[in-house]
């Protein structure tokens, strides 16, 4: 509990009154500062050169401290000047796809907004499934290796990638031949194709609900839903069949951008308990189980089935949709409550209440 330690001697330093949120300038970096500000926070943005203008010409950054690759926030400097701004800093997916777990546990001294001891069962696919298993919800079929494939599969790579070099099989022989195909594309190298996840594809539209798991309120809120825009998967409809046999499309999945959903209020009850469930066994695995945003990646079928392929417990770029205005916060709390917000609002009421152990790890 190394890390534990030099969280609570940071925090001992701190200026409670006075806390800034800072993250990496991407992702979903405007929706954590705009939240931020609304309630009443200074900003911080830790932000590469390139990316300056995203952040000047949306005035939600307080100071920018700029770096030339986002591993930089590991530097001592960095996290200096961090500390000395009282930061509390809001994780989010480019935490994951550039910083390891064992930099974020053991490297960055920082006060998190979250329970770091998650990051672990997130980032192993397989942690994840025993996660998402346990708490009741319905995965697709995994198969172990390429010769056990006897349907369509969409085979995955390690990490957070935004679902970069995914593609389709439907049998070992389609299998090498893709992975091959990806390789000489770039869109793989050799390492990624020996370590690739082969899980059944779900045919179903694609829905993402969020949650803010709220540790001052003891209480799972349902905060929205998106779906993704990915590329070429989406792009393929527009091009008729018979063209897509001439030259040979395979569909990729690189996410470009997310579209809001609501979803047929009867499959909402579900989608309730499913999160409930997903904090539930969080609890068990590493209390105090999730703080703040999760999601889960779900397919629904014809059925009304509902599977789940994926749990991020941190902001996803999906409660971008919801910046401003979201439907479902809306039913609980009146206008303009979305995700980074509620961060804001959870970490407020926790300095308010002097329970901020409870949610900075
Ligand atoms: P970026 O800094 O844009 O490369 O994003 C960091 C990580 O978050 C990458 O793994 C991205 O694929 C993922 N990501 C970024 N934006 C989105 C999005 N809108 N939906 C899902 N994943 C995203
Ligand atoms: P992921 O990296 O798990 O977020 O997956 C990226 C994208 O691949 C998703 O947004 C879906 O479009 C698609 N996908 C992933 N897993 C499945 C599955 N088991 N069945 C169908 N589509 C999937």
Same mark, same amino acid.
């Not at 942690?127 to 198969?143: I, S, T, Y």
């Not at 390492?191 to 690739?196: E, V």
């Not at 990729?252 to 308990?273: A, D």
């Given at each position: ?14 200026? =409670? ?19 931020? *500000? ?6 911080? +943005?830790? +932000? *590469? ?16 401290? @700029? ?13 200096? %000047? =961090? ?22 546990? !053991? ?30 919800? *319905? ?6 290796? /390429? ?16 679902? %970069? ?35 059944? #594809?779900?045919?179903?539209? !694609? ?24 590329? $070429? ?61 999760? +999601?889960?990646? $779900?397919?629904? $079928?014809?059925?009304?089935?509902? #599977? $789940? ?17 979201? /439907?479902?916060?809306?039913? *609980? #709390?009146?206008? !303009? ?15 308010? @209440? ?8």
């Amino acid at each position: 509990m190394v890390r534990a330690k030099a969280i609570q001697r940071a925090l001992s330093g701190y200026d =409670l009154k006075n806390l800034s949120i800072g993250t990496l300038g991407s992702h979903s970096a405007l929706n954590i500062f705009k939240g931020a *500000k609304e309630e009443g926070f200074r900003t911080v +943005c830790v +932000c *590469k050169k390139g990316d300056r203008i995203l952040y000047e010409r949306f005035p939600l950054a307080d100071e920018i401290i @700029q770096v030339e690759s986002f591993t930089e926030i590991l530097d001592d400097d960095v996290q200096e %000047k =961090l500390r000395e701004r009282n930061t509390v800093l809001v994780p989010h997916g480019s935490f994951t796809a550039y910083l390891s777990v064992e930099q974020m546990v !053991n490297s960055l001294n920082v006060p998190t907004f979250g329970n770091c001891e998650l990051l672990s069962w997130e980032a192993s696919r397989e942690k994840q499934n025993e996660w998402l298993l346990r708490a009741g919800l *319905k995965l697709p079929k995994v198969f172990e290796k /390429p010769e056990d494939i006897d349907r369509l599969v969409i085979a995955k790579l390690p990490g957070a990638r935004g679902g %970069k070099g995914y593609f389709l099989a439907d049998s070992q022989k389609s299998f090498h031949r893709k992975a091959r195909e990806m390789v000489s594309r770039g869109l793989i190298d050799e390492r990624d194709a020996s370590q690739i996840h082969l899980q059944e #594809y779900v045919l179903g539209v !694609n829905a993402y609900p969020h949650y803010f798991s709220s540790i001052m309120n003891s209480e799972v809120e349902f905060f929205g839903v998106d779906k993704r825009y990915e590329t $070429t998967v989406d792009a393929i409809g527009r091009i008729p069949a018979s063209e897509q046999l001439e030259i040979g499309l395979s569909s990729t999945y690189t996410v470009i951008g997310n579209i809001p959903i609501t979803l047929r209020e009867s499959i909402l009850p579900e989608m309730i308990r499913m999160g409930d469930n997903v904090m539930k066994t969080s609890r068990e695995i590493a209390p105090p189980g999730i703080v703040g945003p999760f +999601c889960l990646e $779900t397919a629904i $079928t014809d059925n009304m089935e509902i #599977y $789940t392929f994926e749990i991020s417990a941190r902001i996803v770029a999906g409660t971008n949709v919801g910046i401003g205005t979201s /439907p479902y916060p809306y039913l *609980k #709390y009146g206008e !303009n409550m979305y995700m980074g917000r509620r961060i804001a609002l959870e970490i407020r009421e926790a300095v308010r @209440q002097g329970r901020t152990k409870e949610i900075l790890t």
